[in-house]
């Protein structure tokens, strides 16, 4: 038995880092005990299918559970759901949550980030953000019977949307202040490919613009444009991007600008760690240090640090990855590719929208993606190694 | 160990079978394909780990 006196290692954030961190920290045979807090109700679900069978109704809300409730009992953790780390106290080694307070020996931050709204649309029942579970059955309901929408971004969330509402038959209008839709890590490769599916399914595009000001009717949203023209549709979804959840952070002496920064470990400071969206590791290859929000970075940094802690030994840093599917296409993205460097086609055509490219600079490929060929995108993800 | 992936949620990533390429294969779609679901002992730690990388939480394992 584990002695209630030995503090043990706290993981703040009950989501996929947090939890990958906890199931790698059992696996690599750390046998302190491990106590995870998250500040939802439910317990730890998927975010990609939010946006992807959820939105468009094929999925409940059960089927984003990451793990059973009896895969927790096997780790042996102890869960506290439904409560939120509010200080981070560094010189006593203690945490101050809404309903305790807790000593660690070790710590992981692992809270994720929040999606960014747009200034005083906050309380606008017609406006919707994406997040959480409940963002998105929210959203699924919003969405009935109704026949406009604006989409606020055309990020890779905002397309994945809009390809929700083309699915309900929902005329979608899309904003954004760039001039062209963007897919992460893709080097800007695809803005036009995108852009194209848009119009083919008859979205209004409106790039480069301001918003102004934003006013809810009874009837809908009306968007105001720094070009001088207006939009508007029965319901706004906003999906402009997230930021980083540090604000319990603010007087710990990290340095939390744009995520919590970590060495290539993960270590932000001695006997504290940050893993997934809320992190920014520094990655020795590119000398870059980046917030990586996508699933895989989330789990490999949750593996790597379950590993240092319970083995002292260090991960090999590895290439960012994410996927989307957008109008019925299947798209896969390792590393990333360079703005200023053509495509190299390894697989298949462009012009029959299936296809593997990659960007190779001096020899050495930056970037692989995968467009309706994912056996053929895995065969070459051996590109990236050589 | 009794191994289940669940096709509606595989984006055909491809880890699992990058991983444990005994157990774990694509179909064209690039979809998940078993091709054991009781792997022998020698390969529970690579189902394991399949399951643990695999981006979209489709593979899940009964002890
Ligand atoms: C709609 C949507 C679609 C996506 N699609 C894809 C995709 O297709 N592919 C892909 O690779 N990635 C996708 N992502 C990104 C992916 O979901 C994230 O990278 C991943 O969830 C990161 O996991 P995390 O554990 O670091 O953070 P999060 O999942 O954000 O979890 C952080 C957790 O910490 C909790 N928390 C925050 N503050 C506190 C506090 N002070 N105290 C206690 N708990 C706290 C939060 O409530 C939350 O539960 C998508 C994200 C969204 C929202
Ligand atoms: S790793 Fe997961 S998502 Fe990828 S092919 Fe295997 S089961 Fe599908």
Redesign the interface.
């Known amino acids: 038995m584990m002695s209630v006196e030995e503090p043990g290692l706290l993981i703040v954030g009950a989501s996929l880092a947090g939890l990958?961190c906890a199931?790698?920290l059992r696996?690599e045979g750390y046998t302190k005990k491990i106590t995870l807090i998250g500040a939802e109700k439910h317990l730890p679900y998927?975010r990609?299918?939010l946006s992807k069978?959820v939105l468009s109704g094929?999925?409940n809300a059960a089927?984003t559970n990451?793990d059973s409730a009896e895969k927790f009992t096997?780790l042996e953790l102890d869960f506290l759901i439904d409560d939120e780390a509010i200080e981070l106290n560094v010189g006593l080694q203690e945490i101050t949550t809404k309903k305790h307070t807790l000593k660690y020996e070790e710590l992981i931050i692992a809270t994720g980030a929040s999606v960014r709204r747009l200034p005083g649309t906050e309380s606008m029942n017609r406006v919707h953000v994406l997040r959480t579970i409940d963002d998105a059955l929210g959203l699924r309901e919003a969405l009935v019977g109704i026949k406009s929408a604006v989409v606020v971004g055309a990020g890779v969330l905002g397309s994945e949307v809009i390809s929700a509402l083309s699915e309900y038959g929902i005329h979608a209008t899309v904003i954004d202040r760039m001039d062209a839709p963007q897919l992460p890590l893709t080097g800007g490769h695809f803005a036009s490919r995108v852009n194209k599916f848009f119009l083919e399914h008859g979205v209004v595009t409106k790039y480069g613009v301001e918003i102004v000001s934003v006013s809810e009717k009874e009837s809908g949203i009306t968007i105001d444009l720094s070009d001088g023209s207006k939009v508007s549709g029965e319901v706004a979804v906003v999906a402009i991007g997230c930021i980083p959840n540090v604000d319990w952070l603010a007087n710990s002496g990290l340095d939390i600008s744009n995520g919590v920064l970590c060495d290539s470990n993960g270590l932000a400071a001695p006997h504290i760690y940050a893993v997934g969206d809320v992190a920014r590791w520094h990655n020795p290859v590119t000398g870059k240090s980046l917030r990586l929000e996508?699933?895989?970075s989330a789990?490999?940094q949750g593996?790597a640090v379950g590993k240092f802690i319970a083995t002292g030994q260090s991960s090999a840093p590895t290439h960012p990855?994410f996927?989307s599917?957008i109008f019925g296409n299947?798209i896969?993205m390792l590393g990333s590719l360079d703005a200023q460097i053509p495509l190299t086609i390894v697989h298949g055509s462009p012009s029959d929208n299936r296809f593997v490219a990659a960007t190779i600079r001096e020899g050495i490929t930056t970037g692989i993606v995968g467009w309706n060929?994912?056996?053929e995108?895995?065969q070459s993800?051996s590109m990236m190694e050589a | 160990m009794k191994i289940r992936v669940d096709r509606?949620?595989c984006?055909?990533?491809?880890?699992c079978?990058?991983v444990a390429g005994s157990i774990f294969d694509?179909?064209?779609?690039?979809?998940v394909v078993l091709l054991t679901d009781t792997p022998s002992d020698e390969y529970v730690a690579f189902a394991?780990k399949a399951a643990?990388?695999c981006?979209?939480?489709a593979i899940a394992l009964e002890?």
């Open positions: 990958t199931q790698s696996a998927n990609p299918p069978q094929k999925w089927q990451i096997e996508n699933q895989t789990i490999e593996l990855f996927w599917e299947k896969l060929m994912p056996r995108f895995r993800r | 509606d949620a984006i055909g990533a491809g880890q079978a990058l694509q179909d064209d779609d690039g979809l394991r643990t990388l981006p979209a939480k002890e």
